[in-house]
């Protein structure tokens, strides 16, 4: 394995890390935004709307300029931003700079989410072997350690913005450097996509359009329905109810971790068809639990389960359009804030109308829905994860020292 590949495959994990803190920073501390700035009840469902909206928004723009721009570029200046509107979200004083702030975090994080699995997707083709969900255990470590400092800054009372500038500080610098080894591979060549041509074909990525949608109804329910479940369903303590989203990050971290040696040994349909199940497990097992530690038990098990179905999504695009894989990953990505949009609301309202316990049968049954589409992650027989892993590189791709 070249030199290149692997300091692009170490910066680019640094690039997923700091992009997991920085979103952990940001969503772990909205009540604490939502007082600096006074914002309403009525009206914050509006603000956290609007990021995943403009992302999206973000996603779309990057297919057309990845066209033109490499994604190595688009990522290393998408990145600055993101931290710098996570500072002035922290920073401001007025509604209208928090609009401001959020709305550019939203358009800067859809090209950041897209550029960043773009380079992952083709920096696993050309290792020939499973490494996405590496990237993706660096994105959860960061959020481990985004979600513990903002859980500090909690406690001990701190302003928002003395919170953010000491990460803000630490990490775009290091990201500044570490884009310089960056590396951009090359499309497969169209001989390789037996007769599908070069472009996006959208009614075959449609099964992992809606993989991706339901796995983020599933990670929304977690991240913003945890703690309210715990307390007031499961009645437990407000200090416990603080842990589930941690518990889910850490196992989604280990399961990060260990899953492309699973993808290696397995294949990737039976690494997702496990994962699925054992999500909906964990659904489950949140649904009926009798008390707050069987809850936790719960939440343990989404995040091994979860973990293993975005990373394998976007490695999945890849193998599809092997061609056309940075214009298949930014459609795919759009379906990220789709079920993150759809997820929170969902439960809410179902929780409210309805039950909570009830809520959680919902992304279980959502989720399940990925057996029906767990071929769609096999591999051709001709590529890599095929049944066997290439020895050796084959294509090392373009540096983007020259940008």
């Known amino acids: 394995m070249t030199d290149v590949l692997r300091r692009g495959r170490a910066s680019l994990a640094f690039s997923f890390f700091a992009q997991g803190a920085t979103f952990a920073l940001l969503v772990t501390r909205i009540p604490a935004i939502q007082d600096r700035y006074g914002v309403s009840d009525?009206?914050?469902?509006?603000?956290?709307?609007?990021?995943p909206v403009l992302a999206g928004v973000g996603s779309v723009t990057t297919e057309q300029l990845?066209?033109?721009i490499r994604p190595s570029r688009l990522l290393r200046w998408s990145q600055p931003v993101v931290l710098l509107a996570l500072l002035g979200a922290g920073a401001g004083g007025h509604i209208a700079e928090l609009a401001v702030a959020l709305g550019a975090f939203g358009l800067a994080v859809g090209a950041l989410d897209a550029s960043m699995n773009m380079l992952g997707v083709s920096l696993q083709r050309s290792y020939g072997r499973s490494i996405m969900l590496s990237f993706h255990a660096a994105y959860s470590l960061?959020?481990?350690?985004?979600?513990?400092?903002?859980?500090?800054g909690a406690h001990w009372h701190l302003a928002l913005w003395v919170s953010y500038l000491p990460v803000v500080a630490v990490l775009l610098p290091a990201a500044l450097v570490g884009s310089r080894w960056y590396v951009d591979g090359g499309p497969a060549p169209v001989a390789?996509?037996?007769?599908?041509g070069a472009g996006v074909v959208f009614k075959l990525l449609l099964?992992?359009?809606?993989?991706?949608?339901f796995a983020y109804i599933g990670d929304s329910t977690v991240s913003n329905w945890s703690a309210k479940y715990l307390k007031d369903v499961l009645g437990s303590s407000e200090q416990l109810a603080t842990v589930p989203y941690n518990v889910y990050m850490v196992t989604t971290l280990l399961g990060r971790t260990i899953g492309d040696f699973g993808v290696r040994r397995f294949g990737a349909v039976a690494v997702v068809r496990l994962g699925t199940l054992v999500a909906a497990g964990g659904?489950?097992?949140?649904?009926?639990?009798?008390?707050a530690w069987v809850g936790m038990l719960g939440f343990t098990l989404l995040g091994l389960g979860l973990c293993v179905l975005v990373p394998q999504t976007f490695a999945a695009a890849g193998r599809l359009f092997p061609g056309a894989s940075d214009a298949a990953i930014a459609r795919l990505n759009i379906f990220n804030y789709v079920g993150f949009l759809i997820g929170s609301p969902l439960v809410g309202a179902l929780?409210?109308?309805w039950s909570y316990r009830g809520a959680m049968l919902v992304p279980m049954v959502l989720v399940l829905v990925t057996l029906v589409y767990a071929r769609s992650f096999a591999a051709q027989p001709d590529r890599y994860g095929g049944g066997h892993e290439r020895?050796?590189?084959?294509?090392?791709g373009r540096g983007s020292n020259g940008l």
């Open 391 to 396: 020895p050796r590189t084959a294509d090392v």
């Open 142 to 152: 960061g959020g481990i350690l985004g979600a513990s400092l903002a859980w500090a």
């Open 207 to 213: 099964p992992l359009c809606l993989v991706m949608t």
């Open 351 to 353: 929780g409210d109308g």
């Open 66 to 68: 990845v066209k033109r």
């Open 42 to 51: 009525a009206l914050l469902p509006v603000f956290l709307a609007a990021v």
């Open 192 to 196: 390789e996509e037996q007769g599908q």
């Open 283 to 291: 659904f489950a097992v949140v649904a009926s639990a009798p008390g």
